[in-house]
């Protein structure tokens, strides 16, 4: 072989191993800033006014059905004549009938409603001639309740009264119905009102099939 297929070839550097108490600490690169926290802290007062919004609205709608309070609706739905005797004489009419009353109460509220005592009065042209006392009681949330009672009209009530002998000949009388019931109502346990129910009615009586006709309440 000649010479230079005896030249020494260079060697590779060695590897260079760092020591092995160092720690290895890797590298990081910084990222960009997000933009999403950007548009987070853009619209995040836009998401609390809507919240607020939606509540409020939630608020006043609860406060306007519930916390509002209304008179319950009492009413005469049916009279029927039990008893019915009487004499058209021009000199001295005279009148002596029972009638049974139903009579309903609703309450429109969300709360219990709890009224006093009163009385139930029928009066014809203005005279009472038939008085029934009504309980006190309650009626419970979004109720109806019945009311059922009989009233007298007495003879002593009608005697002398005006217009009495002529309507008799004309076999109808016109009567009036009326009550008034004074409570309060509780209103989700906390709220309480003062609420007033009036039951104001008119009918007329055939004096010959002894029936109640037109019943009518205002």
């Known amino acids: ?9 260079p060697l590779a550097p060695p590897k260079i191993y ?16 997000s933009s999403s926290r950007g548009r987070c802290s ?22 306007m059905i519930v916390l509002r309070p209304a008179n319950p609706e009492f009413a005469l739905r049916d009279v029927s004549v039990k008893f019915l005797n009487y004499t058209s004489d021009d ?18 509220n969300f709360g219990p409603f709890e009224f ?3 009385n139930l009065t029928v009066s014809y042209y203005g005279t009472v001639v038939g008085e029934k006392a009504l309980g006190d009681g309650t009626v419970w949330s979004r109720e109806t309740r019945h009311v059922d ?6 003879p002593s009530r009608v005697a002398y009264l005006k217009n009495l002998s002529s309507d008799m000949g004309g076999k109808v ?7 008034k019931l004074s409570g309060r109502v509780h209103l989700i346990k906390i709220v309480k009102r003062r609420l007033t129910s009036v039951l104001n009615c008119t009918m007329s009586v055939g004096l010959s099939n002894r029936r109640v006709q037109d019943l009518k309440c205002r």
């Open 18 to 33: 760092g020591r092995s108490d160092e720690e290895l600490v890797p590298v990081f690169k910084p990222r960009p800033p």
């Open 116 to 118: 006093k005592s009163s």
């Open 42 to 63: 853009s619209k995040c007062p836009v998401y609390f006014l809507a919240v607020v919004v939606v509540l409020a609205a939630i608020a006043l709608v609860f406060s």
């Open 173 to 179: 009388l016109e009567l009036t119905s009326y009550a």
């Open 91 to 108: 000199q001295a009419p005279w009148l002596s009938a029972r009638l049974a009353v139903r009579a309903t109460l609703k309450n429109p």
């Open 1 to 9: 072989m000649s010479a230079e297929n005896h030249q020494t070839r």
């Open 149 to 154: 009672v009989t009233v007298a009209v007495g």
